[in-house]
């Protein structure tokens, strides 16, 4: 199985940090194929703008859908953008790594998000959600939240977690991709030492399972790419 973690938080000392190693330990031991993207470690840019593109169709006015469609057409993604299209279209699964900031991702996530999945190559007005290029590929986020559970909870102070990452899962969606349940670590900063190893060992034993459960990706949605 080909996996694609996507990962970002700016402390290599972080709980984040400990579960994207051990996400890609467990699954070099299951002899997944793995790719990832550690966007602090790769100097990711998140800020749109002309450098995603080698190419110009508008040189007067930035219109980002305009410019997606033109380097979609013209073969003409700066390479960095170029790059982490291809891990999505290479992926069985992609896995989101990374911690919930202000009910949402970090920053540097978000702009991924808004570099990569461009207009005419991910998706467009005929590939969505369900007829998505990317229909036959799974997805996950697996991320940490400052505070405990109890916040988290139908009524409780932050309120349900899973309506709070309604609007991330919803964007991974509509490329076409299924999101499975996430992998939740609440208030990690917060538990005994006991509480976080557990919770990095349950978390190999569900990436596991996600091996053998989630199918295979069929190429015959995705666009035709000369040379791989």
């Known amino acids: ?8 938080h700016p402390e290599e000392k972080s709980f984040n ?15 997944a194929d793995l790719k990832t993207s550690d966007l602090k470690a790769m100097k990711f840019d998140p800020m749109p703008g002309r450098s995603a593109y080698k190419t110009v169709k508008d040189p007067t006015c930035f219109k980002q859908q305009i410019e997606e469609l033109h380097a979609t057409e013209q073969n003409s993604f700066a390479d960095f953008i170029e790059e982490e299209i291809r891990k999505m279209e290479w992926c069985d699964l992609m896995i989101w790594q990374f911690p919930m900031w202000w009910f949402g991702l970090p920053s540097v996530l978000k702009g991924w998000t808004e570099r990569v999945f461009a207009l005419g190559r991910v998706y467009n007005g ?11 590929k799974r997805a996950m986020l697996s991320f940490t939240t400052g505070a405990p559970a109890d916040a988290y909870k139908e009524g409780g102070l932050n309120g349900d977690i899973h309506k709070i990452i309604l609007p ?10 299924s999101v499975l349940e996430p ?11 006991e509480a976080r190893k557990k919770a990095l060992d349950d978390y190999s034993v569900r990436i596991g ?8 990706v069929s190429s015959k949605n995705l666009p035709c790419k000369e040379n791989g």
């Open 1 to 8: 199985m080909n996996v694609f973690i996507v990962y970002y």
């Open 168 to 177: 991330i899962r919803r964007g991974i969606e509509f490329l076409g991709f």
């Open 209 to 216: 399972e996600l091996l053998k459960t989630v199918p295979a």
């Open 126 to 136: 005929a590939h969505l959600y369900e007829n998505g290029l990317f229909k036959d």
């Open 183 to 193: 992998n939740i670590v609440f208030a990690p900063a917060h538990i005994s030492e």
């Open 17 to 31: 940090h400990a579960m994207f190693q051990r996400a890609c330990e467990t699954l070099k031991r299951e002899s």
